[in-house]
């Protein structure tokens, strides 16, 4: 049989990845399986944003910010996997059995579930030969800003993501068409009204219905699009575009028949502020886990992870400390400060 861990971690978003790193602090063997091939979650379609409500942190992008949750969750050295969908869980007395897409096994005494809504994948544009424009100037998110200088950019879509690109590129950008499907655009009335004060140009009842290429095939060039009521098709030379027009969120897990957990909503799992579920050895946090008084932001994720942990630590260690001792206090990190003391304050030579 394979290593068999204290605790697996089901998901590499915000929730995911502070439980790594609480769960090390609280001294648990721990493994974390993410099914993309990168950690951040739903932080990592929005790199470019400024994050301002996580408590005693300035401001920072969202890219940054997922770089510095991975740093803190690899303190205690998790095995971390990552490109590993799991598909399948299964008691097996007094251990869960973890079967991935790839046909492997994992082990483990307990399990935290940090899928959020699930795997999420944009919904993508279904014109021809699209799919070879993803590499070059289609877009589903914004990575960096920087590409969009002087640029003439038309975004797809009329909800509150596409309005918001809208007023943080039109600074940036040379011209920026937001072109929406539908008679009136479902994102919040005073974004729009920003929108248009910045000068984006706001064309309803319209679709993209042709992308056509430069000389050499490697980059959009035109777009045609339709107005669904006047039937008129325009031409449109752009050197961006982003398709904004919302995620499909796939179910991430299965679980064996022995294993029930009430659901909220057909996916949230009803649970307990500490991180419990009605299926002993099963805990959750962050977004997929649903009790009274639940705080559906990163400074919730982080508490749920730190009760999620606590109450897996009890749960194996029954005579433990019900919480982890504060980092000023901790022998754990005694060393590492000692470290970065020591580095702050070096001698600079001259």
């Given at each position: 049989?394979?290593?068999?861990?204290?605790?697996?971690?089901?998901?590499?978003?915000?929730?995911?990845?502070?439980?790594?790193?609480?769960?090390?602090?609280?001294?648990?063997?721990?493994?974390?399986?993410?099914?993309?091939?990168?950690?951040?979650?739903?932080?990592?379609?929005?790199?470019?944003?400024?994050?301002?409500?996580v408590?005693?942190?300035?401001?920072?992008?969202?890219?940054?910010?997922?770089?510095?949750?991975?740093?803190?969750?690899?303190v205690?050295?998790?095995?971390?996997?990552?490109?590993?969908?799991?598909?399948?869980?299964?008691?097996?007395?007094?251990?869960?059995?973890?079967?991935?897409?790839?046909?492997?096994?994992?082990?483990?005494?307990?399990?935290?579930?940090?899928?959020?809504?699930?795997?999420?994948?944009?919904?993508?544009?279904?014109?021809?030969?699209?799919?070879?424009?993803?590499?070059?100037?289609?877009?589903?998110?914004?990575?960096?800003?920087?590409?969009?200088?002087?640029?003439?950019?038309?975004?797809?879509?009329?909800?509150?993501?596409?309005?918001?690109?809208?007023?943080?590129?039109?600074?940036?950008?040379k011209?920026?068409?937001?072109?929406?499907?539908?008679?009136?655009?479902?994102?919040?009335?005073?974004?729009?009204?920003?929108?248009?004060?910045?000068?984006?140009?706001?064309?309803?009842?319209?679709?993209i219905t042709?992308?056509?290429?430069?000389?050499?095939?490697?980059?959009?060039?035109?777009?045609?699009?339709?107005?669904?009521?006047?039937?008129?098709?325009?031409?449109?030379?752009i050197?961006?575009?982003?398709?904004?027009?919302?995620?499909?969120?796939e179910?991430?897990?299965?679980?064996?028949?022995?294993?029930?957990?009430?659901?909220?909503?057909?996916?949230?799992?009803?649970?307990?502020?500490?991180?419990?579920?009605?299926?002993?050895?099963?805990?959750?946090?962050?977004d997929?886990?649903?009790?009274?008084?639940?705080?559906?932001?990163?400074?919730?994720?982080?508490?749920?992870a730190?009760?999620?942990?606590?109450?897996?630590?009890?749960?194996?260690?029954?005579?433990?400390?019900?919480?982890?001792?504060?980092?000023?206090?901790?022998?754990?990190?005694k060393?590492?400060?000692?470290a970065?003391?020591?580095?702050?304050?070096?001698p600079?030579?001259?």
């Open positions: 049989m394979q290593n068999i861990y204290d605790v697996t971690i089901i998901g590499g978003g915000p929730a995911g990845l502070y439980s790594a790193f609480y769960s090390g602090l609280r001294g648990l063997k721990t493994k974390l399986i993410e099914s993309q091939q990168e950690l951040g979650g739903k932080v990592l379609l929005y790199p470019e944003k400024l994050i301002w409500d408590g005693g942190h300035p401001p920072v992008l969202g890219g940054q910010f997922v770089k510095q949750l991975v740093e803190q969750a690899k205690f050295d998790p095995t971390i996997l990552t490109g590993t969908k799991v598909d399948f869980v299964e008691r097996q007395d007094d251990l869960f059995i973890i079967h991935t897409a790839d046909g492997s096994l994992h082990y483990s005494k307990t399990i935290l579930l940090a899928v959020g809504g699930g795997i999420i994948n944009p919904q993508k544009l279904t014109l021809e030969g699209a799919e070879k424009y993803e590499m070059a100037n289609l877009h589903y998110t914004v990575q960096s800003y920087q590409r969009f200088v002087n640029k003439d950019i038309i975004i797809s879509g009329g909800g509150n993501a596409a309005i918001d690109w809208a007023v943080e590129l039109s600074p940036l950008a011209s920026i068409t937001v072109i929406y499907r539908k008679e009136k655009l479902s994102a919040h009335e005073a974004t729009i009204q920003e929108a248009i004060n910045a000068g984006v140009k706001i064309e309803c009842n319209t679709t042709k992308l056509i290429s430069n000389a050499d095939k490697t980059a959009i060039q035109f777009v045609t699009c339709e107005n669904a009521i006047t039937k008129e098709s325009i031409v449109r030379p050197d961006e575009v982003i398709v904004s027009h919302g995620y499909n969120y179910a991430s897990l299965e679980f064996d028949q022995a294993i029930a957990i009430p659901k909220k909503d057909d996916y949230y799992f009803e649970g307990k502020a500490t991180g419990e579920t009605a299926q002993p050895g099963i805990f959750a946090a962050g997929i886990l649903s009790f009274e008084g639940k705080v559906n932001l990163l400074i919730g994720t982080f508490q749920d730190a009760n999620a942990v606590n109450s897996i630590k009890t749960y194996l260690e029954p005579d433990a400390y019900r919480y982890g001792m504060v980092s000023s206090h901790n022998d754990l990190f060393e590492k400060n000692r970065i003391i020591e580095e702050r304050f070096a600079v030579e001259n």
